[in-house]
T-cell receptor, first 115, second 117 residues
Framework: RKEVEQDPGPFNVPEGATVAFNCTYSNSASQSFFWYRQDCRKEPKLLMSVYSSGNEDGRFTAQLNRASQYISLLIRDSKLSDSATYLCVVNKGLLYGGSQGNLIFGKGTKLSVKP | DAGVIQSPRHEVTEMGQEVTLRCKPISGHNSLFWYRQTMMRGLELLIYFNNNVPIDDSGMPEDRFSAKMPNASFSTLKIQPSEPRDSAVYFC???????????????FGPGTRLLVL
């Protein structure tokens, strides 16, 4: 099983649509979870952290299910500017050695919002 | 404030040549990461430093790759000799570890696009 697995997409949605991305991770010792956004030919940038209780930032909602080792990102009222690749990111955790600070990136889910 | 700075932004070289990529982390950040991104493999961690000391280099593909961090404001990733399969985007990222624990937000530089012919 891959350490962090995402549907690569692409997700093609009209403006105003609600879209959800899912991600699964294999390391049960992981403690920190994030969504990063990467625009075409740009660097990844932190979109939001994911907390156990779930958290919301404007149109974006992130959820974490530790039992199922599953993370989700919901985007409401999607905008053209939301078009990007969304990377699910999990910290490595001590179970696999190395520093707990190491981050493992999924390959990303591509979103294209159309007018 | 300046973000992470990488140079060069683009590099085209021939197989067998030495390639040196450079990174200046955000001032005050004490962790630095080198990543490689390809379509096939996604974003992979190559090596990272805490307080200029290499902590985990298990992602370095082979002996042709080496990385140094001589001081808190500069790091290099060297490939010698380069091969076509090294073609990728190489990102440098930095992070500040806070006194309350690990601050894991990593800030990425713009990347170096490397093409080895």
């Amino acid at each position: 099983r891959k350490e962090v697995e995402q549907d690569p997409g692409p997700f093609n949605v009209p403006e105003g649509a609600t879209v959800a991305f899912n991600c699964t991770y294999s390391n049960s010792a992981s403690q920190s979870f994030f969504w990063y956004r990467q625009d075409c030919r740009k660097e990844p940038k932190l979109l939001m952290s994911v907390y156990s209780s779930g958290n919301e930032d404007g149109r974006f909602t992130a959820q974490l299910n530790r039992a199922s080792q599953y993370i989700s990102l919901l985007i409401r009222d999607s905008k053209l500017s939301d078009s990007a690749t969304y990377l699910c990111v999990v910290n490595k955790g001590l179970l696999y050695g190395g520093s707990q600070g190491n981050l493992i990136f999924g390959k990303g889910t591509k979103l294209s919002v159309k007018p | 404030d300046a973000g992470v700075i990488q140079s060069p932004r683009h590099e085209v070289t021939e197989m067998g040549q030495e390639v040196t990529l450079r990174c200046k982390p955000i001032s005050g950040h004490n962790s630095l990461f080198w990543y490689r991104q390809t379509m096939m493999r996604g974003l992979e961690l190559l090596i990272y430093f805490n307080n200029n000391v290499p902590i985990d280099d298990s992602g370095m593909p082979e002996d042709r790759f080496s990385a140094k961090m001589p001081n808190a404001s500069f790091s290099t990733l060297k490939i010698q000799p380069s091969e076509p399969r090294d073609s990728a985007v190489y990102f440098c990222a930095s992070r500040k570890r806070s006194g309350q624990g690990i601050q894991e937000t990593q800030y990425f530089g713009p990347g170096t696009r490397l093409l080895v012919l």
